[in-house]
């Protein structure tokens, strides 16, 4: 059998250049590298145009309508990071898969080992995924950090006599670049575009889908429909989030013997009891 690994290697490998370069490229590869070179695109984006847009493209037709519908959410929560579609997930989801395969089947080789395991490689077909995840997990933690400050500007700014429209515009101006002012800009677009406050707000609470910020809205939504005085309802909202962000870190705290538990028993006792013990135990042996 080990006769045939740098066979089965080779037409691996021939297969796989195959497909990516001469199987899903157009004939002009090498002028659309060189136009994007002359724009001073970065490798990452040379590779997101020139491999995963165009392998999307022709993957689209077998991706599933939940798939799309659950990606594209997930893209949404995660702000658009660099402009992906769901295709591309897709699409890097495909190639993480095969590079994972043939990187195993080399690995295996080289040991001498049962290629057959390479298939375990496929396992990399969950990575892009995990990443959006981890990106939309960032984003909310960055918005759940930035939310208080920006509900106590915006109250300031209602309570000195802006409307909502304008005290949102304080928020986009004077707030904290991230996620969460760039949450607050597309809500006054909206409004601006003619929307209505709760429809816009609405909307911010579906692209975000965090659960203190759908709170603070459907508060916000609440006061508009029964008439209830703005800036009243944003004091409480800002007192509540300051208890329940105070309530939060002593939680963390509180937490926080037990997760150093294990670290002390694995790591650090056993070193302090070889600095202690180790010579008496080597003096006595010898």
């Known amino acids: 059998m080990e006769q045939f690994f740098?066979?089965?290697?080779?037409?691996?490998?021939?297969?796989?250049?195959?497909?990516?370069?001469?199987?899903?490229?157009?004939?002009?590869?090498?002028?659309?590298?060189?136009?994007?070179?002359?724009?001073?695109?970065?490798?990452?984006?040379?590779?997101?145009?020139?491999?995963?847009?165009?392998?999307?493209?022709?993957?689209?037709?077998?991706?599933?309508?939940?798939?799309?519908?659950?990606?594209?959410?997930?893209?949404?929560?995660?702000?658009?990071?660099?402009?992906?579609?769901?295709?591309?997930?897709?699409?890097?989801?495909?190639?993480?898969?095969?590079?994972?395969?043939?990187?195993?089947?080399?690995?295996?080789?080289?040991?001498?080992?049962?290629?057959?395991?390479?298939?375990?490689?496929?396992?990399?077909?969950?990575?892009?995924?995990?990443?959006?995840?981890?990106?939309?997990?960032?984003?909310?933690?960055?918005?759940t950090r930035e939310l208080p400050y920006a509900i106590d500007l915006l109250t300031l700014s209602v309570e000195a006599g802006l409307d909502f429209s304008a005290a949102v515009g304080m928020v986009v101006e004077k707030g904290r670049p991230g996620p969460l002012r760039e949450e607050f800009s597309i809500l006054m677009s909206e409004m601006k575009m003619g929307k209505t406050r709760e429809i816009a707000l609405k909307n911010m609470m579906e692209r975000v889908n965090l659960a203190p910020l759908s709170n603070f809205i459907r508060s916000l939504v609440q006061a508009d429909r029964m008439g209830t005085s703005l800036g009243k309802i944003l004091r409480i909202q800002s007192s509540q989030m300051r208890i329940e962000r105070t309530q939060k870190a002593e939680k963390l705290a509180n937490e926080a013997p037990v997760k150093m538990l294990f670290p002390l028993v694995a790591c650090i006792f056993p070193t302090i009891f070889m600095v202690l013990f180790g010579p008496i135990i080597y003096k006595f042996i010898s």
Do not use: C
Not at 122 to 142: C, E, G, I, S, Y
């Open 6 to 143: 740098p066979i089965i290697a080779t037409l691996t490998a021939g297969l796989a250049g195959y497909f990516i370069f001469a199987g899903l490229f157009p004939s002009k590869f090498l002028e659309e590298a060189q136009s994007m070179k002359g724009k001073d695109e970065s490798l990452m984006g040379v590779f997101r145009e020139l491999l995963i847009k165009k392998i999307g493209v022709r993957i689209r037709k077998y991706m599933s309508e939940k798939f799309e519908l659950s990606v594209r959410q997930k893209l949404v929560m995660a702000g658009e990071p660099e402009g992906l579609k769901p295709e591309d997930i897709l699409a890097m989801m495909v190639l993480s898969a095969g590079v994972g395969i043939v990187f195993l089947l080399l690995v295996l080789l080289m040991l001498k080992k049962s290629p057959f395991l390479a298939i375990l490689g496929a396992l990399t077909f969950f990575m892009p995924k995990m990443w959006l995840n981890d990106q939309v997990k960032k984003r909310h933690h960055f918005i």
